[in-house]
């Protein structure tokens, strides 16, 4: 990173940054062309879980490529000044870099699933078992990441 004092190097700090985020982006690249959707998510232990259509580009692009790229951001806030030049953003963000692949089992699907929800709500969760089998589950795998704050 250029501007090392905004690197973010505690793995936990950026753990924090990526348990508050609402959304995370998935980039992936087929034929040296980038595609980058965000998506709702659920993270542990290092790993990321997607829920998506049986069916759709994210699913044919990784079927070619499962490298992939993720990034979260968090607690923006636009920083204004005099000189129209200087003006800024204030964030926390995380890049991380992994691999992809679906899910195939059903338990764990569900688990995954259960992950994703807890993201964002107390459970307990029930999924029917026809909704389970209408929708693939992405896991990633980050292999490394990299954080950084502006303003903090």
């Not at 699933?113 to 999924?127: A, C, N, Q, T, V």
Request: aromatic fraction near 8%.
């Amino acid at each position: 990173m250029r501007r090392k004092e905004k690197e973010i190097t505690e793995k936990s700090a950026m753990e924090a940054i990526i348990r508050k985020a609402s959304v995370c982006r998935l980039a992936l690249s087929q034929d040296n062309l980038p595609y980058i959707v965000p998506l709702c998510f659920g993270y542990e232990e290092n790993t990321l879980y997607f829920h998506t259509a049986c069916e759709g580009e994210k699913l044919d692009i990784l079927e070619k490529n499962q490298n992939v790229c993720v990034e979260f951001d968090i607690d923006h806030e636009i920083v204004k000044a005099e000189n129209a030049c200087k003006w800024g953003m204030k964030y926390r963000s995380v890049i991380g870099f992994g691999t992809a692949s679906v899910i195939g089992d059903r338990e764990s699907k569900r688990h995954a699933l259960d992950i994703i929800m807890r993201h964002y709500s107390e459970g307990p969760f029930e999924f029917p078992e026809e909704l389970v089998e209408k929708i693939v589950v992405i896991k990633v795998e980050i292999a490394r990441m990299t954080g950084k704050k502006s303003g903090y």
